[in-house]
């Protein structure tokens, strides 16, 4: 019989979003005539862009007349997307890239769980705690991880707390790592890096040969000036850094599936013997053995979020989720809580009022004022006594759980 991957059965067994279901199954088996409102989850509700739409369309036609028809694309992606992206993307910015350095994928949750595939399982990772949790389960799988112990933290992961107290800026880590996972804006704390504090991370990088795995998920939710919207902003980033982008948030893409990451060709890993090997060859190798492209027709309608009524429309997309961001950060604070990110991202991060846990938090919350959200330990054990709530709903759907929470005695 084969002998599966054991590292598989280290990780435990529920995920975040399933327990989360179950207590929300078990509120709603009580209260069948509750009026739920679900600011916990991470996925978009506005429609596609109309521009995205038409792109689509004719992208189906095309496939069905003998003349267009297209089977498989480059693994890479198609010119005609990697092109435009670099041309807005990263031009504007200052930020040079050639076209074999942009690769083309279904999403950044696949790129950053399998660009372990190149890297090797001795690397020690570090991640910023709280965290998006595909980094620390895809590298269980990838068996970096260690243990887990009873903490609620990996033995061979290196943690970097990002509370409060330190405002949620990481502190560089004090073990030696070879890799980091930075998300900006994050995710879950919709907090930010501006230009000098990302800039210290990638001298950082350069100085000790350490790889950053920068997540740009929610890039396109950035509002102030001294943010950086690309790592490869700050200089030197090229030779320390993998980017990962994603259409997901920016335009709606959850359920179409598009995103790209950019592997700099000047970044090199080194063997075990210490020579230098390009991270942009690897990545190509592993892509086109187990990667056959991304949908032609998606990369037409990810296109046609570069042409112009397809970034006015994006772009009204992204100020209504920021306008409902801003209306839970003002509703909320009103009350006396404490709160933090919601300016330059879709996530709001509080801290939960007299010390209570996340988890109990998380059941007043459903109880009390029918409104689910996410607990903050579910991103990580420095999570814990925080609480995330999304400006992904209806503006409808958020005003009214912004009411309840104010007249609420917490
Ligand atoms: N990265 C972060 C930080 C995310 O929060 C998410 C989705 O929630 C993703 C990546 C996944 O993006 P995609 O839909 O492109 O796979």
Redesign the pocket.
Known sequence: MALVNDNFLKLPGNYLFSDIAKKVNAFKVVHPEANLIRLGI??VTRPLAPAVINALHSAVDEMGAEETFRGYGPEQGYRFLIDTIIKNDFEPRGVKLDPDEVFIS???????GNIGDILRHDNRVAVTDPV?P?YVDSNVMGVRAGDLQIDGRWSNIVYIPCTAENNFTPELPEKRVDMIYL?YP???TGTVLNKKQLKKWVDYALENEVLILF?A??EAFIREEDVPHSIYEIKGAKQCAIE?R????TAG??GL???YTVVPKELMGRTPDGQKVSLNGLWNRRQCTKFNGTAYIIQKAAEAVYSPEGKAQVRATIDYYMENAKMIREGLEATGLQIFGGTNAPYIWLKTPQDVTSWKFFDRLLYECHVVGTPGVGFGPSGEGYFRLTAFGSRENTQEAIERIKNWKI
């Open positions: 991470g996925d279904d999403g950044a949750k696949s790129d950053t998006y595909v998300c994050n995710n879950p997540d998920a929610y990962f994603s259409f997901s948030k893409f959850t599936r598009c995103g």
